[in-house]
């Protein structure tokens, strides 16, 4: 009989131990031992819970337990309003650890689904970067694989970029922002997995043919590399961000700062592309923003303007300038 009370109040202290996690809020008395807002993980691997509630307006946070602990998120109250009686229902990912809050945690309110913001939206119809456009560019999920998705034609044609954002403010990140390319005239569909707290785009722009470009980068002056000079990118032909592909001094004698290599893009890469410059054996990232631009398919070849190191001004003779004297200072003041 001993035994039988100790297992008893074993599985009682495991069932309290395992409480959680839930929504605690202004509609439940902000209880976070409240087992009516339990959550229970889906099919798809996301917590969800349902409850219909009254109109009004309402603020929640999630813990991971039962308990205010430091294992709630996120840091901001959560809100939204009802203007009538209706369900309401809550998605949230709990992240790697499960009651354990170690930032990789989102959450999200049916009353404000999903909305895919960029610098887009003021193509259609709304404002960029507008993370309360519930009109224009909010996400819906039709099939329940909580797969939030949205589509629509993004014109002009051109590079863009975007990001989803949850419950309209920005107070949690669903990653960086995601590059993309339009034609103007096929569809995009952006798809946000709440199960990974990922983004993608997905869209029928490739290019036609290979197409090869020549990349050109004039060092200055002052600046000195110990070694190999490479253009990397966000494209295989530029080992998407890695060690990148090497460039040559093309005419070390005219033009002893100017590298110059030629990459080939297959047909079917996406047009858009983002690059950077490393020197010193490819180790030291040249600072600034990315560079980017849009591959020219009409053409086998594309050559594109010399970039300057740290974006400033070039100021190296191109390879094919004639020469009457190999003296750099002196090929410096023909070309000023």
Known sequence: ??????????????????????????MQGWDP???????????NGVWVLTKTLVAGFYEY????TDAWD?????????????????????????????????????????PNPPIM?????????????????????????????????????????????????LNNNWDQSTGDNVSFSSDGISPVTFAYDMSTNTTTVST????????????????????????????TGNQPALTT??????????CETISPKLYEVDVLFPAGSDPFVEYKFKKDDCQTWEGGGNRDFLID????TMDRDVDGWNYIEPDCPPCSSPVEDTTWGTIKGLYR
């Open 297 to 300: 398919d009409s053409g086998p």
């Open 241 to 250: 961000w890695g060690d990148g592909v090497p460039m040559s001094l093309s």
């Open 70 to 110: 430091g294992n709630d998120f996120p840091g901001p109250n959560q809100s939204f309003t009802l203007a009538s009686d209706g369900p309401v229902t809550w998605y949230v990912n709990l992240g790697g650890t499960v009651g354990v809050k170690e930032g990789d945690e989102f959450v999200f309110h049916s």
């Open 1 to 26: 009989m001993k035994f039988l009370v100790t297992a008893a109040a074993f599985l009682m202290f495991a069932t309290a131990a395992l409480a959680g996690p839930s929504v605690v809020g202004s």
């Open 117 to 165: 913001v960029g610098d887009f939206q003021s193509e259609l119809g709304g404002s960029d970067w507008d993370q309360t456009d519930t009109v224009n560019t909010v996400m819906t999920d039709g099939n329940s694989d909580d797969v939030w998705e949205f589509t629509a034609v993004v014109a002009p044609a051109g590079p863009y970029q975007g990001k989803v954002v």
């Open 61 to 64: 946070k999630v813990t991971e």
């Open 33 to 43: 031992a409240d087992p009516a807002y339990d959550l229970a993980i889906n099919g």
């Open 204 to 231: 029928q722009v490739v290019t036609t043919q290979d197409v090869t470009v020549t990349f050109h980068l004039c060092l200055t002056d002052t600046t000195v590399t110990s070694g190999a000079v490479c253009v």
